[in-house]
């Protein structure tokens, strides 16, 4: 099994070859292709590749497959007493990438 661990958007994600990841919304087109060089991690079959702090030569190669957004959180405010109630909502968008390939170099 191969797989990476990549940075996107300040997180980490475990990228693994024909899987899709959630990632913050990325401002790309749907279908176009995308690199995500800081790779962290590698690993294929029992070779372990690990950065310091990337991975030299390591590229994981993406397809932008829908913009989704993800699940209703929703934010109560309540002050017993004082008749102060607050209700607000929040919807994170995401993009959703395809992991084509990883490929060292």
């Given amino acids: 099994m191969k797989y990476a661990i990549v940075e996107s958007g300040g997180k980490q994600y475990r ?3 024909g899987s899709t990841i959630e990632v913050d919304l990325l401002n790309v087109e749907i279908g176009q292709s995308i690199d995500l060089d800081k790779v962290f991690l590698l690993v294929e079959d029992e ?3 690990i950065g310091t702090p990337t991975v030299k030569g ?3 190669s993406t397809t932008v497959v ?3 957004k993800g699940p209703k959180v929703i934010i109560f405010k309540y ?3 004082k008749r102060i109630r607050t209700k607000t909502g929040h919807r ?4 959703q990438l395809k992991i084509e390939s990883i490929k060292v170099e």
């Fill in 15 to 17: 990228a693994v070859e």
């Fill in 47 to 49: 070779k372990i590749s």
């Fill in 58 to 60: 390591a590229v994981v």
């Fill in 66 to 68: 829908d913009h989704v």
């Fill in 79 to 81: 002050s017993p007493k």
């Fill in 92 to 95: 994170q968008q995401y993009t």
